[in-house]
Protein backbone atom coordinates (compact mmCIF):
# COMPACT_ATOMS: atom_id res chain seq x y z
CA UNK A 1 0.00 0.00 0.00
CA UNK A 2 1.71 3.41 -0.75
CA UNK A 3 0.94 6.37 1.37
CA UNK A 4 0.69 9.97 -0.33
CA UNK A 5 2.45 12.67 1.03
CA UNK A 6 2.92 16.06 -0.37
CA UNK A 7 6.53 16.23 1.21
CA UNK A 8 9.72 14.39 -0.39
CA UNK A 9 10.27 10.32 0.10
CA UNK A 10 13.80 11.86 0.40
CA UNK A 11 15.71 14.21 2.09
CA UNK A 12 19.20 14.11 2.28
CA UNK A 13 20.89 17.51 3.50
CA UNK A 14 24.15 18.36 3.95
CA UNK A 15 25.20 14.55 4.24
CA UNK A 16 29.20 14.24 4.56
CA UNK A 17 30.37 10.53 5.26
CA UNK A 18 33.97 9.91 6.24
CA UNK A 19 35.62 6.53 6.65
CA UNK A 20 38.55 7.24 8.76
CA UNK A 21 40.90 9.84 6.27
CA UNK A 22 38.95 9.15 2.99
CA UNK A 23 35.78 11.60 2.93
CA UNK A 24 32.94 9.41 0.47
CA UNK A 25 30.57 12.08 0.71
CA UNK A 26 31.05 15.55 0.93
CA UNK A 27 27.73 17.78 1.66
CA UNK A 28 25.30 15.88 -0.30
CA UNK A 29 22.07 18.00 -0.80
CA UNK A 30 18.95 15.44 -2.66
CA UNK A 31 15.97 15.60 -2.57
CA UNK A 32 13.77 12.72 -4.70
CA UNK A 33 9.67 13.05 -4.87
CA UNK A 34 7.08 10.22 -5.07
CA UNK A 35 7.07 7.98 -7.86
CA UNK A 36 10.30 9.80 -9.47
CA UNK A 37 12.61 7.78 -11.01
CA UNK A 38 15.93 9.06 -10.39
CA UNK A 39 19.52 7.63 -11.51
CA UNK A 40 22.79 8.34 -9.79
CA UNK A 41 25.12 8.63 -12.43
CA UNK A 42 29.11 8.32 -11.31
CA UNK A 43 31.99 6.29 -12.20
CA UNK A 44 33.16 3.63 -9.27
CA UNK A 45 34.20 5.33 -6.23
CA UNK A 46 32.11 8.71 -6.99
CA UNK A 47 30.01 7.62 -3.47
CA UNK A 48 26.71 6.24 -5.62
CA UNK A 49 27.01 2.90 -3.53
CA UNK A 50 27.70 4.91 -0.48
CA UNK A 51 24.37 7.64 -0.85
CA UNK A 52 21.85 4.61 -1.33
CA UNK A 53 23.32 3.07 1.29
CA UNK A 54 22.35 5.96 3.69
CA UNK A 55 18.92 5.74 2.43
CA UNK A 56 17.91 2.32 3.93
CA UNK A 57 19.96 2.98 7.22
CA UNK A 58 22.69 0.59 6.30
CA UNK A 59 25.14 3.56 6.71
CA UNK A 60 24.91 6.39 8.54
CA UNK A 61 26.18 10.22 7.75
CA UNK A 62 29.22 11.80 9.91
CA UNK A 63 27.30 15.08 9.78
CA UNK A 64 23.95 15.93 8.38
CA UNK A 65 20.14 14.33 8.52
CA UNK A 66 18.40 11.67 5.94
CA UNK A 67 14.76 11.76 5.95
CA UNK A 68 13.08 8.61 4.44
CA UNK A 69 9.17 8.95 4.44
CA UNK A 70 8.83 10.90 6.78
CA UNK A 71 11.47 9.70 9.37
CA UNK A 72 14.72 10.95 10.24
CA UNK A 73 17.08 7.73 10.32
CA UNK A 74 19.82 9.00 12.15
CA UNK A 75 17.24 9.27 15.38
CA UNK A 76 15.30 5.74 14.83
CA UNK A 77 15.89 2.99 17.52
CA UNK A 78 16.86 -0.45 16.31
CA UNK A 79 13.06 -1.83 15.91
CA UNK A 80 12.03 1.45 13.90
CA UNK A 81 15.08 0.92 11.47
CA UNK A 82 13.89 -2.60 10.67
CA UNK A 83 10.16 -1.17 10.10
CA UNK A 84 11.85 1.22 7.96
CA UNK A 85 13.71 -0.90 6.01
CA UNK A 86 10.97 -3.49 4.89
CA UNK A 87 9.24 0.03 3.25
CA UNK A 88 12.68 0.39 1.11
CA UNK A 89 13.61 -2.44 -0.86
CA UNK A 90 17.41 -3.22 -2.23
CA UNK A 91 18.00 -4.68 -5.32
CA UNK A 92 22.37 -5.40 -5.66
CA UNK A 93 24.40 -5.56 -8.09
CA UNK A 94 25.68 -9.60 -7.51
CA UNK A 95 21.50 -10.79 -6.88
CA UNK A 96 22.33 -11.84 -3.02
CA UNK A 97 20.25 -15.19 -3.86
CA UNK A 98 21.35 -18.30 -2.05
CA UNK A 99 22.53 -20.85 -5.03
CA UNK A 100 20.90 -23.77 -3.71
CA UNK A 101 17.75 -22.66 -2.91
CA UNK A 102 15.09 -22.75 -5.25
CA UNK A 103 13.97 -20.01 -6.92
CA UNK A 104 10.41 -19.63 -5.21
CA UNK A 105 12.35 -19.73 -1.76
CA UNK A 106 14.84 -17.11 -2.59
CA UNK A 107 11.69 -15.20 -3.39
CA UNK A 108 9.89 -16.05 -0.21
CA UNK A 109 13.34 -14.98 1.71
CA UNK A 110 11.75 -11.37 0.84
CA UNK A 111 8.76 -11.62 3.42
CA UNK A 112 10.59 -13.00 6.34
CA UNK A 113 11.04 -9.52 7.91
CA UNK A 114 7.46 -9.66 8.30
CA UNK A 115 6.76 -13.00 9.55
CA UNK A 116 7.36 -14.27 13.04
CA UNK A 117 9.88 -17.52 13.50
CA UNK A 118 12.41 -19.25 11.35
CA UNK A 119 11.02 -20.93 7.86
CA UNK A 120 12.42 -24.31 6.66
CA UNK A 121 11.08 -24.81 2.80
CA UNK A 122 8.53 -24.00 1.27
CA UNK A 123 5.61 -25.51 2.94
CA UNK A 124 6.81 -23.49 6.05
CA UNK A 125 5.36 -20.19 4.86
CA UNK A 126 1.52 -19.13 4.82
CA UNK A 127 -0.83 -19.75 1.55
CA UNK A 128 -0.77 -16.34 1.07
CA UNK A 129 2.64 -15.49 1.22
CA UNK A 130 3.05 -18.21 -1.25
CA UNK A 131 0.68 -17.23 -3.24
CA UNK A 132 2.27 -13.62 -3.60
CA UNK A 133 5.26 -14.67 -4.33
CA UNK A 134 4.78 -16.90 -6.94
CA UNK A 135 2.27 -13.97 -8.38
CA UNK A 136 5.87 -11.25 -8.21
CA UNK A 137 7.92 -14.48 -10.43
CA UNK A 138 4.84 -13.82 -12.64
CA UNK A 139 5.41 -10.41 -12.93
CA UNK A 140 9.05 -10.80 -13.56
CA UNK A 141 8.42 -13.73 -16.46
CA UNK A 142 9.34 -16.54 -14.13
CA UNK A 143 6.93 -18.14 -13.27
CA UNK A 144 7.97 -21.60 -14.51
CA UNK A 145 10.94 -21.28 -13.08
CA UNK A 146 9.67 -21.71 -9.57
CA UNK A 147 11.01 -25.19 -8.46
CA UNK A 148 14.15 -24.48 -10.19
CA UNK A 149 17.24 -24.25 -8.71
CA UNK A 150 18.87 -20.16 -8.52
CA UNK A 151 22.18 -20.82 -9.94
CA UNK A 152 21.08 -22.60 -12.98
CA UNK A 153 19.29 -19.39 -14.56
CA UNK A 154 20.94 -16.94 -16.14
CA UNK A 155 22.57 -13.62 -14.89
CA UNK A 156 19.72 -12.01 -15.81
CA UNK A 157 16.97 -14.48 -14.93
CA UNK A 158 18.75 -13.91 -11.47
CA UNK A 159 18.36 -10.11 -11.69
CA UNK A 160 14.74 -10.73 -12.02
CA UNK A 161 14.15 -13.26 -9.14
CA UNK A 162 15.91 -10.81 -6.88
CA UNK A 163 13.62 -8.03 -8.41
CA UNK A 164 10.50 -10.25 -7.53
CA UNK A 165 12.07 -10.62 -3.60
CA UNK A 166 12.28 -7.05 -3.21
CA UNK A 167 8.66 -6.47 -4.25
CA UNK A 168 7.57 -9.24 -1.70
CA UNK A 169 8.01 -6.48 1.13
CA UNK A 170 5.52 -4.57 -0.62
CA UNK A 171 8.27 -1.29 -0.69
CA UNK A 172 7.49 2.35 -0.84
CA UNK A 173 11.11 2.83 -2.44
CA UNK A 174 13.10 0.97 -4.42
CA UNK A 175 16.87 1.08 -4.13
CA UNK A 176 18.94 -0.29 -6.96
CA UNK A 177 22.73 -0.63 -7.19
CA UNK A 178 24.37 -0.98 -10.12
CA UNK A 179 21.83 -2.96 -10.75
CA UNK A 180 23.06 -4.53 -14.72
CA UNK A 181 26.75 -4.24 -13.87
CA UNK A 182 27.11 -7.81 -14.27
CA UNK A 183 24.87 -8.40 -17.08
CA UNK A 184 24.82 -8.16 -21.02
CA UNK A 185 23.12 -5.53 -23.02
CA UNK A 186 19.94 -7.65 -23.71
CA UNK A 187 19.43 -8.46 -20.19
CA UNK A 188 20.61 -5.00 -18.65
CA UNK A 189 17.83 -3.44 -21.07
CA UNK A 190 14.99 -6.40 -20.19
CA UNK A 191 15.71 -5.63 -16.36
CA UNK A 192 15.93 -1.72 -16.91
CA UNK A 193 12.11 -1.76 -18.49
CA UNK A 194 11.11 -4.28 -16.19
CA UNK A 195 12.06 -1.95 -12.95
CA UNK A 196 10.68 0.94 -14.67
CA UNK A 197 7.24 -1.34 -15.66
CA UNK A 198 7.03 -2.35 -11.72
CA UNK A 199 7.64 1.35 -10.66
CA UNK A 200 4.86 2.66 -12.74
CA UNK A 201 2.38 0.19 -11.93
CA UNK A 202 3.32 0.42 -7.86
CA UNK A 203 3.94 3.91 -7.72
CA UNK A 204 7.46 3.30 -6.72
CA UNK A 205 9.36 6.15 -6.26
CA UNK A 206 13.18 4.76 -7.42
CA UNK A 207 16.62 5.45 -6.80
CA UNK A 208 18.87 3.75 -8.91
CA UNK A 209 23.04 3.85 -9.44
CA UNK A 210 24.24 3.55 -12.76
CA UNK A 211 27.84 4.75 -14.55
CA UNK A 212 26.37 3.76 -17.94
CA UNK A 213 25.39 6.99 -19.55
CA UNK A 214 23.28 5.62 -22.47
CA UNK A 215 21.09 3.04 -19.98
CA UNK A 216 20.47 6.40 -17.73
CA UNK A 217 19.44 8.68 -20.17
CA UNK A 218 17.01 6.62 -21.90
CA UNK A 219 15.72 5.66 -18.74
CA UNK A 220 15.46 7.68 -15.69
CA UNK A 221 13.58 10.78 -14.74
CA UNK A 222 16.20 12.64 -13.57
CA UNK A 223 20.12 12.44 -13.22
CA UNK A 224 22.12 12.85 -10.27
CA UNK A 225 25.63 12.98 -11.17
CA UNK A 226 28.49 12.22 -8.17
CA UNK A 227 32.23 13.07 -8.18
CA UNK A 228 34.14 12.76 -5.64
CA UNK A 229 31.56 12.36 -2.95
CA UNK A 230 30.09 15.65 -4.53
CA UNK A 231 26.66 16.43 -6.64
CA UNK A 232 27.95 17.65 -9.96
CA UNK A 233 24.61 17.39 -11.64
CA UNK A 234 20.98 17.40 -11.43
CA UNK A 235 18.71 17.54 -13.95
CA UNK A 236 15.86 16.15 -15.48
CA UNK A 237 16.62 13.60 -18.20
CA UNK A 238 14.20 15.62 -20.83
CA UNK A 239 15.94 17.75 -22.96
CA UNK A 240 19.31 16.91 -21.36
CA UNK A 241 22.43 16.45 -23.68
CA UNK A 242 24.98 13.69 -23.69
CA UNK A 243 27.47 16.75 -23.61
CA UNK A 244 26.32 17.62 -20.22
CA UNK A 245 25.99 14.22 -18.62
CA UNK A 246 29.39 14.24 -19.88
CA UNK A 247 30.13 16.73 -17.15
CA UNK A 248 29.96 14.09 -14.14
CA UNK A 249 33.26 12.58 -16.14
CA UNK A 250 34.42 15.83 -16.93
CA UNK A 251 38.39 17.11 -15.23
CA UNK A 252 38.69 13.80 -13.31
CA UNK A 253 41.14 12.44 -15.88
CA UNK A 254 44.70 13.21 -13.81
CA UNK A 255 46.40 10.05 -15.00
CA UNK A 256 46.83 7.77 -17.75
CA UNK A 257 45.11 4.97 -15.25
CA UNK A 258 42.35 7.18 -14.52
CA UNK A 259 41.96 8.03 -18.44
CA UNK A 260 42.02 4.39 -19.27
CA UNK A 261 38.90 4.09 -16.81
CA UNK A 262 36.94 6.49 -18.45
CA UNK A 263 37.63 5.10 -22.22
CA UNK A 264 36.54 1.61 -21.62
CA UNK A 265 33.40 2.86 -19.64
CA UNK A 266 32.46 5.39 -22.34
CA UNK A 267 33.54 3.67 -25.48
CA UNK A 268 30.76 1.70 -26.22
CA UNK A 269 28.41 4.76 -26.05
CA UNK A 270 30.45 6.92 -28.10
CA UNK A 271 31.09 9.25 -26.10
CA UNK A 272 35.12 9.02 -26.17
CA UNK A 273 36.03 12.26 -27.88
CA UNK A 274 32.88 14.48 -25.66
CA UNK A 275 34.82 12.98 -22.59
CA UNK A 276 38.19 14.23 -23.93
CA UNK A 277 36.76 17.90 -24.63
CA UNK A 278 35.28 17.94 -21.33
CA UNK A 279 38.72 17.41 -19.72
CA UNK A 280 40.85 19.63 -21.85
CA UNK A 281 38.52 22.47 -20.33
Not at 5 to 25: C, E, N, Q, W, Y
Not at 132 to 141: I, K, P, Q, S, W
Not at 198 to 210: E, H, K, M, N
Amino acid sequence: MQHTTTSPVISVTGVTKDFGTTRALDGIDLTVEQGEVVVLLGLSGSGKSTLLRHVNGLEFPTSGSVRVLGEELTTLRSRDLRTMRGRVAMVFQQFELVPALTVLENVLTGALSRLRGPRLGIWSYPRAVRTAALTHLDRVGLLEKAYQRADELSGGQQQRVAIARALMQDPEVLLADEPVASLDPESSAQVMRLIREIAADDGLTVVCSLHQVDIALGWGDRIVGLRHGEVVLDLPTAGISKAQVMEVYGRVSTSSAEMRVIETELADVGLLDAARAAGDR
